[in-house]
C-alpha cells in the first residue's frame, strides 16, 4: 500500500489560495477515481474537486470555511501500489492558522464526547422506543451545515434533539432523515418550552464560503463606491396586457415571459445612449471601461446565497432568448452548476425581489459596475388620468449609481428613457 498525497490544485483563476467550502467524505471513507470530495470557494464560484485516485482516506487537512494556499496537501489517500509520497517523506504540515485578534481569556470549553451513529428503529419498536431526546447538554450548540438549518426549520425540527453522526456531532442530512423515520419530526420532550415560552442562548454562525465572500464583495462596494438611488414608478399597464397576450399564445417550447426581458430589451435599447452607465470601473487604475455589449448580471438568490450570473451580449437577443437565458443561467445558479464564466464579467446588473420587491430599494452595486437597477414589486393603484381617477397597474424601479462616474441627471434621463419604453412597449420593438 501507498500514500497519496492530493494538493489543492490551481482552479484556473490565478489566485495564491482557496477556501473550503464542504467536505463530502471522512476519514475512513473508501473513494473512487473521480469522486466528489470537496467543495472549493473561489471569487468567482464553488468548484467541485473529484479524486484523482481511487483508495481510503487518511487525512483530511482543513476545516469547513478555512483558507489553504494552492498546492498544499489537501487530502492523504491511502492507495493500492506506490502512490506519490517519497519513502520517508514527513506528514504534510497544516497550512498555518491565522494570528486572532486579541480577546478575553477566558477557560476553554470541553471538546464534546465522539456520539456512535443512531440508527432507525424497526417499525415494531418505534412506539415502544421513541427518539432519545437528549442528544446533547443543555446549552449545546447543534452543529450543522446552513442546508441542513434550513430543511429543519420548514420540517418544524428543533435540531437540539436531533443526534449528529458526523465528527463532534455534527447533524447532516443523513440524521435528519433517520430522525423523521423515527418518528420524531415535530415531537420534543416532556418539559420542553412551549412556542411562547421565553427563549435563551446565542448560535454562532461562522461566516465562510459564499456569505463570507458576499460579505467582503457587499463592504468593498459601500466602502469604495459613492452611491446614489435614484427611484421612478412606472406604470406598466400596457405591458402587462402584451406579456399576458404572449404568454396565453406562445408555441409550447418558449418559456414563460416574466417582467424580466421586456426590462432587458428596455435597458439594451436605451444604454447605447449612455455608455458612462454601462461600464466598469477600474479605481485603483483610475479608468473607466466603458462597453459596447450589454453583459447583464442577473442578481439570483440561491440555497446558499446571492450570486450574479450574466447574460452574454444581451443586446443581441430578443425577449424570448432573453428569457430562455434567464431560465437556464438561473437553474444553473441555484444546482451550484453554473460555471466561472457564466458568474463574471457583467457590465450592469438588474436585482428583483419578486412579489416580495416592496415599494423602493437602494440596492447595492456590484463592483465594479457603476450602476445597478432594481424591480419592486406590481401593484394596482388608483391614479389621475386626464382628470379621472383611473386604476392603473404601477411599478416602482430603484437604481443606484456610481457618482464618480454618472451624474445624477444623467442617471435621472437612463430611467426615464427605460421608463419610457416599457410604459409604450411597441417602441421596445421598433428601431
Do not use: C
Not at 8 to 22: M, Q, R, S
Not at 137 to 154: F, I, S, T, Y
Not at 343 to 356: W, Y
Not at 397 to 406: G, I, K, M, Q, T
Request: net charge neutral; charged share 25%; hydrophobic share 45%.
Amino acid at each position: 500500500m501507498g500514500q497519496y498525497f492530493f494538493k489543492l490544485p490551481d482552479v484556473g483563476e490565478g489566485t495564491a489560495e482557496a477556501e473550503i467550502a464542504a467536505w463530502h467524505v471522512k476519514v475512513g471513507d473508501l473513494v473512487k477515481e473521480d469522486q466528489h470530495l470537496v467543495d472549493i470557494m473561489t471569487d468567482k464560484a464553488v468548484v467541485e474537486i473529484p479524486s484523482p485516485v481511487s483508495g481510503k482516506i487518511t487525512a483530511l487537512n482543513g476545516e469547513a470555511g478555512e483558507m489553504r494556499p494552492v498546492g498544499s496537501v489537501l487530502i492523504e489517500i491511502e492507495v493500492d501500489g506506490a502512490g506519490n509520497a517519497k519513502p520517508g517523506a514527513a506528514k504534510p504540515v497544516p497550512a498555518p492558522a491565522p494570528t486572532p485578534a486579541p480577546v478575553v481569556a477566558k477557560a476553554p470549553e470541553p471538546k464534546p464526547e465522539p456520539r456512535p451513529a443512531v440508527a432507525a428503529p424497526t417499525p415494531v419498536a418505534r412506539e415502544a422506543a421513541k427518539p432519545a431526546f437528549a442528544t446533547r447538554d443543555a446549552g449545546d450548540k447543534p452543529l450543522a451545515p446552513p442546508a441542513v438549518r434550513k430543511r429543519a426549520w420548514g420540517l418544524g425540527i428543533d435540531l437540539q434533539f436531533v443526534p449528529g453522526t458526523g465528527p463532534a456531532g455534527r447533524i447532516g442530512h443523513a440524521d435528519l432523515d433517520a430522525f423523521v423515520a423515527s418518528g420524531g419530526s415535530t415531537a420534543k420532550p416532556a418539559g420542553a418550552p412551549t412556542r411562547d415560552a421565553k427563549r435563551e442562548g446565542v448560535e454562532e454562525v461562522k461566516v465562510i464560503g459564499l456569505r463570507r465572500k458576499i460579505a467582503e464583495k457587499m463592504q468593498e462596494a459601500k466602502r469604495r463606491i459613492p452611491h446614489f438611488s435614484y427611484i421612478e414608478e412606472v406604470d406598466v399597464t400596457a405591458l402587462e396586457e402584451l406579456r399576458q397576450h404572449l404568454n396565453a399564445t406562445k408555441k409550447a417550447d418558449r418559456p414563460k415571459l416574466t417582467i424580466l426581458p421586456f426590462l432587458i430589451k428596455a435597458m439594451t435599447k436605451a444604454l447605447p445612449d449612455y455608455p458612462q452607465i454601462n461600464a466598469r470601473y477600474d479605481d485603483d487604475a483610475g479608468i473607466v471601461h466603458r462597453h459596447a455589449g450589454v453583459q447583464m448580471g442577473i442578481a439570483t438568490q440561491t440555497p446558499t446565497g446571492l450570486v450574479v450570473p450574466v447574460i452574454a451580449h444581451a443586446e443581441a437577443l430578443d425577449i424570448w432568448g432573453a428569457a430562455s437565458e434567464i431560465a437556464r443561467l438561473a437553474a444553473a445558479a441555484r444546482d451550484g452548476k453554473a460555471t466561472r464564466e457564466e458568474l463574471s464579467g457583467s457590465t450592469i446588473t438588474i436585482t428583483s425581489l419578486g412579489a416580495m420587491g416592496g415599494l423602493a430599494s437602494t440596492p447595492v452595486i456590484n463592483r465594479p459596475e457603476v450602476a445597478i437597477v432594481g424591480v419592486n414589486k406590481m401593484i394596482e393603484r388608483p391614479v389621475v388620468r386626464d382628470g379621472q381617477i383611473v386604476i392603473r397597474k404601477i411599478m416602482n424601479l430603484s437604481a443606484s449609481f456610481d457618482h464618480r462616474v454618472v451624474d445624477g441627471w444623467d442617471a435621472a434621463e437612463f430611467i426615464q428613457r427605460i421608463r419610457g419604453l416599457l410604459e409604450q412597449p411597441a417602441t421596445l420593438f421598433m428601431d
